[in-house]
């Protein structure tokens, strides 16, 4: 199962991608992930995909006053994403770090295509992002995530339910429409793109487990944060 | 000199671009042009890439901050470039108008490539702009365009200046090693896109004449104002 534990990206680092349907428990999994790699004494660097202060205001006010097309929508998330990733990712992964990131390049890729954007279009503005050490993919029926939805009591929102996109009138129905769209490309993009599948309906603790076994032989030899310090 | 007159857009309208460096006079001629169109009775769209909304308040506070990188700077004029076209030109363009076109995406690739991003990835985020029925390039050597910026008192800007890619610590050295980046740039395109050169040296009189002769096969049988309001 596991990859050559050589990265393609050539920085010190490694970088751990989580993806997936929201509702799908990569969240929690990615966090568990992190506190773990940490407890282990490696120099860990933990980002979740939040709007960047440079845009997360235009974005808001373009959904609000439904400026967005397709295409703005598509590069406004681009420029998201690079800030991101050129401040955010790249410093760490450049420092030699286990980078964890709780979404990646491949959750714009799959909502671009969902929103009817050209597919290869949208993966040539990514190609400044280099492909991760690990890519792993939390597969969850979306039926699933609408039922954790409603336990959780979240409203659901009007973006992510695709309700700009007229595929139906209901919320919960155009949420239902929306993410299958979305789960499609995903697992497209599983095949295309090798991705570490994790079968999200299994409990919390043997999926964690599973995880740190898929890691280790990319964590086998790496230097922890002591040794760093030391060798330094 | 004039190609097809068939556009390859396949919209109703024509478009009708103009490029050059700051101070080359494109803007004086375009203006000049839409009037006379506009005289002529043609139904005429004029626009200048002046920010949109959407966008101008991010790249001001990100230019200010310097928070931006080559690649999210080049995003952020995308986003900006995408929204002007797809709520400004394209409806025009779509209703028969002539639009004519202070800057369009040829303006960014010559800046994004003056700033050391990949032309070819930079064409591709623009490939949703159709190729212009005419693209007007106003040749200038730099000095001049430097000494009218003088003698207007107009102040040099900073980015104008490329100031933040560190080519000088003197405002006016750098700002004549960045515009000939930007020349050198427009001259590679004129070959590869088959700019109509425009030498601005000559009087603004005789450019305009020939701007109105070049643009003649264009415009025989093209439907003024009001035989498209006899006809619908």
Redesign the interface.
Known sequence: MPESPSPTHGFPGRLFVFEGLDGSGKSTQAALLGKWLQSRDYRVFFTEWNSSD??S??IR??KKKG?L?P??FS??H??DF??RF??TILPPLRAGYLVVCDRYAYTAFVRDAARGCDPS?VR??Y??APRPDRIFYFRVPVQVTLKRKLASRSKINYYEAGMDMGLSDDLQESYVRFQSRLRAEYERLAASDRFTVIDSTRPVEAIQSDLRANLKPLLDGFPTGARLLHDG
Chains 1, 2 share one sequence.
């Open positions: 440079l845009v205001g235009v006010r373009g400026l097309t295409t703005t590069l406004l681009a420029v690079a800030d050129e401040r279009w040539t503005i190609s400044f």
